[in-house]
């Protein structure tokens, strides 16, 4: 038998929670001593405790904690929870992650007036090109981080005919009114079928990719969400030299992780046909 303190040690958790826990009667000590009142506890009692404190990190109220013992949830049941809490969290990190990458673009573009890229724009034909792909529409920037994530992971894991590169094209700017509709596939050659079914809700839908008399280029080497340095410096150089965007911006990824990852580096080449 361990008296309240030593026991909080051992089960890493204040003494007072103990006691909070004792006079709300969700977890009671083995024994009281009827002369002076102290608390004892007995070491079969640390995995109902670790139950308890599990339950709480869900998110669950100590009601709900109470509720779920009563009906004898099983450690496989928590277990289960917990990881799917783990993943959720995990997820949010990333999103987290994301978003601070951004910020810092942001931020280096405000500190230093340019996109910040040694990488030299050059312009060149392109001809056509067949891709494979498929639509979407996203109002926010969290929603389309999680779309384009889980739909790159699908395209990329699925058996696709003679592939070449994972291109993603955006055909507005914004995701308001209207929301920003993009598309995610890949260039393929002749052999590529038509049509490919990867899931129920992933449908891929070749197309023809016009060609473009003057495509400006720039390669991008750093993490996906600070991809937006390399579109700010097309666009700056196209302001600065004269010339007029006419299509939508293709961002071209040259060697990326998959599953993919938005805080690692990866090469991409972002392009944009102009008019001169």
Known sequence: MFKIGDFAVIAQVPASQLRYYDDIGLFKP???????AYRYYAIEQLADLNRIIALKNLGLSLDNVRHMLTNHISNHDIRNLLE???????QRLAEDRA??????ARLSLLEQGIAPTSQPVIIKPVTSQGYLALGRIS???????????????????ADIPDRIYCTCIAHNAGYEPDGLRWELGFYVGPSAPDM??????????????PAVDHMASIIHVGSLATGSLAYAALSQWTAFHGATICGPFREIFLAASAPLDIVAECVLEVQVPIAI
């Open 139 to 157: 109002y926010d920037q969290d929603s389309f981080v999680a779309d384009f994530t889980r739909t790159y992971d699908a395209i990329h894991s």
């Open 99 to 104: 978003r601070l990458r951004q910020v810092e």
């Open 84 to 90: 799917a809490k783990k993943v959720e969290i995990e």
């Open 30 to 36: 083995s024994h009281i001593d009827p002369q002076n």
């Open 196 to 209: 490919l079914e990867i899931s129920g809700s992933i449908c891929l839908r070749r197309y023809d990719l």
